[in-house]
C-alpha cells in the first residue's frame, strides 16, 4: 500500500539526516527494506514546527535547499497530482511554514532554554544549509505557505491517506485539529511520532521532571494529539530513539568510515549520500533520534511494538510527561492528565539500524 508521507519537523541536524533517509528510499539507489518497493513510499510535504529552529520560515528555507541539493529539479510543483509512476522524489514535495506559537504560549516552552542550547549550538543550527553547502535559494526572503494552506492542499487529494511523521514539538498537528478535527482525523492513517519518555524515567536523556523536549515544549498538543489519534499513533520515544542506538564500537567504526582517506570522494557520491556524510561531520550523533523514527516508516521489522495505555500530562509539574497506566505512582499522576490507548516502540534492533547506516556511508 502506498505511503503519502508529511514530515513535520523543527529542522534540526537529526531531522535532516532523517528527511535525507526518506529521500534516500525515494531514490533509484535506496531499495529494499520489508516491503522491498521504494515507489510505494512517497514524501509529499514538510512543515516545519518551532523547536531547534527558532523561526519556522527560516526553517522551511533550509528544508527548500536541502531539497534542491538532493536533486536536480526544484520543489513546490503547485500542479503536480499524486501518481504511483516513479517521479522525481523532490520536485513535488510542498514546504509549509508552520506555527511559531505553542497551543498555550503562556505555559509552551522553547529548546533555547536548555543549558546545552548555547550560542554556538544555535549558530551552526541556523546556519546548517550554509555549513552542509546546500544549493542557495533565488528567493532568500521567500514566505511560505502556512497550516491553513497546508489544509487546503489537503482536501486538494480526497481519495489519498496521509502519515505523519513529527520530529518536533506536536504544535501543528494540534492546530490543524482545532482547525478541522473530522478532515485531519480522516486523512491521517498512521502518525508516527518521535517523542516522550516512555519506559524510561531514568534515562539521560530526559529533563529534570523526566519528560522529552519535544514533549515538554509544548505538553499541551501532545495531550490533544495522543487522545485525538488513539492507536494511530505509533511512538518512538526516547527508549529506543536515543544517543545509546549505536555502541561504542559501532560509533568508532562509522566514524571512520565518515573520515577515512579511502572512502569515495565527496563528488563522487550521489546527492542525498553526499548530504548525509556531511551532516555526519558537521554533527555527528545526527544519525540519533529522528533518524530512528523514519526508519520506522520503511522498516518496522527493526521494531518490537505494544500497545500501551498512556496518560499524557500538560500541566506543572508533569508537563510533557507520559507515563503509563499500569505503573503510576503519585494520587497526582492518577487524578491528573489524560488517558489514551497509543501504540508505541518497546524494542529496536540497533545492530541492522547500523548496518543500514554503515552500507550508506561506507
Known sequence: MEQNIILDTDVGFDDVFA?????????????????????????????????????????????ERILNSCSDLIVGDDDHKFSSLNIDPVSS?????????????????CFSEGEWFTKEYQYKT???????????????NKEY??????????????????????????TNIAKLLEMDRELILRKVGKLVIMGGSLFNELEQDVLLNGSEWNFYCDGKAAEIVLEAFGTKVELMS??????????????????????SDRAVQQD?????????????????????????????????????????????????????LIKEVEY????????????VEITAACGFNRDAFFEMLKSLIA
Open 238 to 259: 526516547i527508549y529506543v530513539a536515543n544517543l545509546r542506538v549505536l555502541n561504542q564500537e559501532q560509533i568508532k567504526e562509522l566514524a571512520s568510515h565518515v573520515h
Open 19 to 63: 528527511l535525507c533517509l526518506l529521500l534516500w528510499k525515494m531514490s533509484s539507489s535506496g531499495g529494499g527494506g520489508d516491503d522491498d518497493d521504494r515507489k510505494m513510499m512517497n514524501l509529499r510535504a514538510v512543515s516545519t514546527v518551532k523547536g531547534l529552529q527558532l523561526d519556522t520560515n527560516h526553517a522551511a528555507r533550509i528544508v
Open 145 to 170: 505557505e502556512k497550516l491553513n494552506d497546508m489544509l487546503e492542499w489537503m482536501k486538494s487529494f480526497p481519495d489519498q491517506y496521509f502519515t505523519l511523521l513529527c520530529t518536533g514539538p506536536l
Open 126 to 140: 541556523d546556519n546548517m544549509a550554509d555549513l552542509l553547502e546546500a544549493l542557495p535559494l533565488l528567493n532568500s
Open 268 to 320: 563522487e557520491l550521489e546527492p542525498i549520500r553526499r548530504m548525509l556524510k556531511k551532516l555526519l561531520t558537521i554533527s555527528f550523533d545526527s544519525y540519533a533520534y529522528d533518524p530512528v523514527a523514519a526508519t520506522y516508516l520503511f522498516n518496522p521489522s527493526f521494531f518490537e511494538m505494544r500497545n500501551v495505555k498512556v496518560k499524557v500530562y500538560s500541566e506543572k509539574p508533569l508537563e510533557g
Open 93 to 109: 514535495i510542498k514546504i509549509f511554514s508552520g506555527s511559531q506559537e505553542r497551543i498555550l504560549p503562556e505555559h509552551g516552552h
Open 328 to 339: 503510576l505512582k503519585t494520587d497526582l499522576e492518577r487524578n491528573s492528565g489524560k488517558e
